[in-house]
């Protein structure tokens, strides 16, 4: 339900989502609960898709050190393909 309100283009504020200004520029987190626990959507807002960056279960009040640096790595994996195939468009 949430992600389908983002590709509606709403904005999400808390209690359902906040943003990740550290990761970069339009990137947040969705926060879902369910029966036995809580989860984390990581995803970056792109003009023509929504980026889900990662899905990790909620056990500690910090995002771990390690899905941070997945997602950033993930970003510019993205960011990098994304560039490449534009330049064989135009060349």
Same mark, same amino acid.
């Given at each position: 339900m949430l992600l /389908?309100?983002? %590709? /509606?283009?709403?904005?999400l504020s808390m209690p359902?989502?906040?943003?990740l200004p550290q990761l970069g520029a339009r990137?947040?987190?969705? /926060?879902v +609960?369910?029966?036995e626990q809580y989860w984390r959507i990581v995803y970056r807002m792109d003009t023509?898709?929504?980026?889900?960056l990662d899905v990790y279960s909620k056990k500690t009040r910090k995002m771990p050190?390690?899905?941070?640096? +997945?997602? /950033? %790595? +993930?970003?510019i994996q993205f960011d990098r393909v994304v560039k490449n195939r534009r330049k064989k468009r135009e060349g």
């Open positions: /389908r309100l983002l %590709q /509606r283009g709403e904005l359902h989502a906040e943003a990137c947040g987190v969705l /926060r +609960r369910d029966e023509d898709a929504i980026l889900i050190d390690e899905v941070f640096v +997945r997602c /950033r %790595q +993930r970003l």
